[in-house]
């Protein structure tokens, strides 16, 4: 199904949105991949992924308490649902099996 | 201060955004901005407004818009309809009011829009129409330009040269005695070339549709043919018809035509060959200076009207050689479906139609008696939402938004409007077109040119007063604080300067109108009993088509013992006169002259204030004698008009009496100088007889009898003199009848306003006059509180609109009589009575609910 497919840049930011529990919403998660991987995206994608991932399923989401900073207003705090849990183990688990695939052969690397 | 973020992108980004979303994307973008901000506050403005821009995408954009309402509106329609539909009988007095005030106006819409239609359509029905021309002249005429719609005979044969042309033809307007058997009637003919019916596309019933290419046949109209032979089956049978030249000749009937329709600006009821009128004017048909005929071109397919102009050119010069005194300076081709709408600036068009001034002015009219009732429903439609409160406040509680009242009301009001449609209509078909048809000569069916225009003139008037009347309400409406009505604290008639406004809009109006109407009407009664200048009512006079049948009818006088004395006259008072040049002290007057014969003046009962009257036994009055009016003494500064002279066709003629001032045209003509002068037997062409008191009827009948044997080919052409002006105050008695309708829509309308205001705003202060009743305020005293607010409305309508109507009016009767007409005071005191009467009436009704209330039901609901 197509919409089970993860993409790779919606599988960074599930694993993001986890990493800041309970504090993950647009802005945090934007700094944190910048932080982490060096990749600096535009706050409306982030948006977009989160949205999308909730629509997914495996994103949920709550209003947080207004906050200072942001003129009263109240953040949109992302949680990981158990479908998101899933897909990412899935998504790891296959990584992992595929690596162990690879022939050692092929990641021996010697000065020639 | 605190930094803030570009206010239109943030202002941007409220109006696009989803309000869904809009929290969680404005925080994080202020969050971004407050981040930066303090360091570089211009950088963090641009990138907010570029956050602000990436935002903008369609997963953000707001769209309930169009995901929202459609379903659940369309789901409310039914649910409106019903609403609409029990409020409507639940308040059946303001529904009747409503719905009546509207259809009134909506049928005088209707009835104007079949007038403009069938205006804007005459003509129509000519299949060639778009190739058909009517030749009009431009000729000079002193020092004016007048456009003749007439062109001499012979031009038809120089035309008929031009290839361009498919069809020349002419015609020409005449009227004929036509005999059939002992029967004889006066109609008007159209003597016309044979290819008439080539060119026009009138129907023929039966018979041959070629029939005018024989001289001696004739078509006729199925009307004619029922009044002369009885029934319509009448080919080939004959007639006899008598010319205005006394041409007597023989015709078969060759075709029955149908009838003229009504979008035919060219009325007939008798074609006749042109080769008849031929016969009758011999040489008359190579006479370039007389314009005669009528001259139809008619295009062959794909050639313009502009292909004649070498023809015209050399017409022209014919012309302008045969009549020197007036030139023919440039002939235009009118297109057919000119012909009618333009005719008022020809003289001698076949066609008529309307003024267009009055055509515009029945728009007007149209338009203001609709907006009119449009205003009423507005405060009848404010004010019945009293009664509503309850229902608007759960409406909304339950989940209906504004956008849902406003419809529901418009759908409610579509539907008054939609009764209101269908009642004017019938309204217009059964009353107004008839009612009208029977009051003027023009002839109003109840018929239009396409179904296209219909359904866009419905469409657009049931659109146009649905929303003109109800948008204010439904706005006004929907706008209520539920909160507040199911608390009972919603204040409502804040906004009553609004109602007061169109209220006193409204009386304004009313009395312009009804102020307008009765100066007009006081004119006309002004005419009416006007002295004539002379004792119109013992006099019966027979028009003679031939001098010679003055002297046999006079035998027939002679033995009538009724008969006071008798004249005859080449021009009649009422009926005729013609002008003369005269020349008194080196200088020329143009007056009226009317040539009479011994004894006019006395069979007339003209008044003589000085000198004396023609006399038979003075040789000398024969030839020099002459009689004027005081106009004509008044003209010339005369202060001893006896025996003055001046100089008539190089006679010299002395003056013998002075009469006073009678009307010889009627009201619409000024009096001007005119003159009497003897004239001889052959050129009589009225037989005035005065009778005994009372035997006016009797000695008719015996005229009648005496010119049956006296001429029996012509039919008698008698009447009394007091009918002369008959027409005149007969339009004038039409036009009352009108005036009377509209001041009567009009009064209606304004009472209907106020009905509305009143009951509202006895509605709102239903308490406070309960609290008054209960201290114990009597009727009297409640009844003037009510109307104090009411009479200042009046008061102001009142200062506003009566000088205006008045003025209006004056201008208009200034532009249609010479005379001045007396002002008088009644028309503003007849109508500040009747909207004093109204106003009270009004009133009256809602005082009885006021005093049929019981107080403590009021007080106790609190």
């Given at each position: 199904m197509k919409g089970t497919y993860l993409g790779e840049l919606e599988e960074l930011v599930l694993l993001t949105v986890g990493i800041l529990y309970p504090e993950a919403y647009g802005v945090a998660v934007m700094d944190e991949i910048e932080r982490q991987a060096g990749r600096s995206l535009n706050i409306s994608a982030v948006h977009s992924v989160l949205t999308r991932l909730e629509e997914k399923g495996l994103l949920k989401s709550k209003m947080s308490d207004p906050t200072e900073e942001r003129g009263g207003r109240r953040k949109r705090i992302f949680l990981l649902t158990a479908a998101g849990k899933r897909a990412l183990e899935e998504a790891n688990e296959l990584r992992t099996q595929l690596y162990n695939q690879i022939p050692k052969m092929a990641l021996q690397f010697r000065l020639a | 201060m605190k930094v803030m973020p570009p206010r239109w992108a943030d202002r941007f980004l409220e109006w696009y955004c989803n309000p869904d979303l809009l929290e969680e994307i404005q925080g994080d973008a202020y969050e971004l901005f407050y981040r930066t901000a303090n360091e570089n506050t211009q950088k963090a403005k641009l990138s907010f407004i570029w956050n602000v821009l990436r935002f903008f995408r369609w997963r953000n954009i707001r769209k309930d818009r169009i995901k929202n309402y459609t379903p659940l509106s369309t789901m409310m329609i039914k649910s409106y309809f019903v609403t609409g539909y029990r409020n409507m009988l639940r308040n059946a007095t303001t529904s009747v009011i409503n719905i009546l005030g509207l259809s009134v106006a909506i049928g005088c819409a209707v009835m104007i829009f079949i007038l403009e239609d069938s205006y804007y359509n005459l003509d129509a029905m000519h299949k060639n129409g778009d190739r058909i021309g009517l030749i009009v002249n431009h000729v000079k005429e002193g020092d004016q330009q007048s456009l003749l719609a007439r062109s001499p005979v012979p031009l038809a044969e120089l035309l008929k040269e031009n290839s361009a042309l498919e069809h020349v033809v002419r015609a020409a307007r005449s009227s004929a005695s036509v005999r059939v058997g002992n029967n004889v009637f006066t109609e008007s003919i159209l003597f016309a070339d044979p290819a008439f019916l080539d060119m026009f596309s009138f129907n023929v019933v039966s018979g041959n549709r070629q029939s005018l290419y024989n001289k001696n046949q004739l078509m006729l109209t199925r009307e004619m043919a029922v009044k002369h032979f009885g029934n319509e089956d009448v080919v080939g049978q004959t007639l006899s018809m008598k010319f205005n030249n006394q041409y007597i000749q023989e015709l078969f009937i060759g075709g029955v035509l149908e009838n003229t329709p009504a979008n035919s600006s060219m009325y007939f009821n008798f074609l006749v060959p042109s080769a008849v009128w031929e016969d009758m004017n011999k040489g008359g048909t190579e006479d370039w200076s007389k314009n005669l005929s009528v001259t139809f071109v008619m295009m062959k397919e794909g050639n313009a009207f502009s292909q004649l102009q070498p023809t015209f050119d050399v017409y022209q010069k014919f012309q302008q050689q045969a009549n020197t005194t007036n030139p023919v300076q440039r002939v235009e081709v009118v297109p057919m479906k000119d012909v009618a709408q333009r005719?008022?600036?020809?003289?001698?068009?076949l066609s008529w139609s309307n003024a267009p001034a009055a055509m515009i002015a029945f728009v007007v009219i149209g338009i203001f008696l609709i907006l009119l009732a449009c205003f009423n429903y507005m405060n009848v439609a404010v004010a019945s939402v009293s009664t509503r409160l309850k229902e608007i406040g759960v409406r909304k509680v339950v989940g209906g938004g504004k956008k849902e009242i406003i419809h529901q009301f418009l759908v409610e009001n579509l539907l008054f409007c939609f009764i209101a449609l269908l009642a004017g209509t019938a309204l217009a078909y059964y009353f107004l077109v008839p009612g009208f048809d029977s009051l003027y000569p023009v002839k109003m069916v109840f018929e239009v040119s396409s179904w296209k225009i219909v359904i866009l003139f419905f469409g657009g008037l049931l659109l146009f007063v649905a929303l003109v009347s109800g948008g204010y309400p439904a706005l006004y409406v929907s706008s209520f604080n539920a909160m507040k009505i199911l608390r009972g604290k919603e204040k409502f008639g804040n906004k009553s300067l609004f109602s007061r406004t169109l209220l006193t809009l409204q009386f304004t109006l009313s009395i312009t109108c009804i102020v307008g109407c009765l100066v007009f009407v006081w004119s006309s009664y002004y005419f009416e009993g006007k002295d004539w200048g002379y004792n119109r009512d013992e006099t019966v006079v027979v028009r003679l088509l031939d001098p010679t049948q003055f002297e046999e009818m006079r035998g027939h006088l002679s033995?009538?013992?009724?008969?006071?004395s008798y004249a005859g006259a080449a021009q009649h008072i009422g009926k005729s006169s013609q002008s003369a040049v005269i020349r008194h002290e080196e200088q020329e007057y143009t007056v009226d002259h009317l040539p009479v014969g011994f004894h006019y003046l006395e069979s007339m009962n003209i008044r003589i204030t000085d000198g004396r009257s023609f006399d038979e036994a003075i040789e000398s009055d024969k030839h020099e004698s002459v009689i004027v009016n005081q106009s004509f003494v008044k003209k010339m500064g005369w202060s001893s008009p006896i025996n003055q002279s001046f100089e008539l066709d190089s006679t010299k003629r002395y003056v013998i009496g002075v009469v006073a001032d009678f009307y010889y045209h009627d009201f619409y003509y000024e009096v001007k100088p005119a003159m009497f002068t003897i004239t001889s037997?052959?050129?009589?062409?009225f037989l005035v007889v005065k009778v005994e008191a009372g035997s006016v009827l009797s000695t008719q009948e015996e005229l009648k009898k005496a010119w049956k044997e006296v001429a029996p080919d012509d039919p008698y052409f008698g009447f009394l003199?007091?009918?002369?002006f008959d027409n005149f105050l007969n339009s004038n008695r039409a036009n009352n009848k009108v005036i009377y309708f509209i001041s009567a829509v009009a009064v209606m309308l304004a009472a209907m306003g106020l009905y509305g205001l009143v009951s509202y705003n006895l509605t709102r202060r239903l308490k406070e006059f309960s609290v008054r009743k209960v201290f114990g305020a009597s009727v009297v005293q409640l009844f003037r509180l009510m109307n104090r607010d009411y009479m200042w409305i009046l008061v102001i309508a009142f200062v506003i609109g009566a000088p205006l109507g008045a003025f209006l009016m004056d201008l208009m009767l200034k532009a249609a009589y010479p005379e001045q007409i007396p002002t008088t005071i009644w028309p503003y005191v007849i109508a500040i009575t009747l909207m004093v009467l109204t106003v009270g009436m009004t009133i009256a009704t809602q005082l009885k609910r006021l005093i049929e209330e019981n107080p403590t039901e009021t007080l106790r609901s609190e």
């Open positions: - | 005719s008022y600036e020809f003289t001698g068009s033995t009538n013992k009724n008969v006071i037997k052959d050129d009589f062409k003199q007091s009918e002369v």
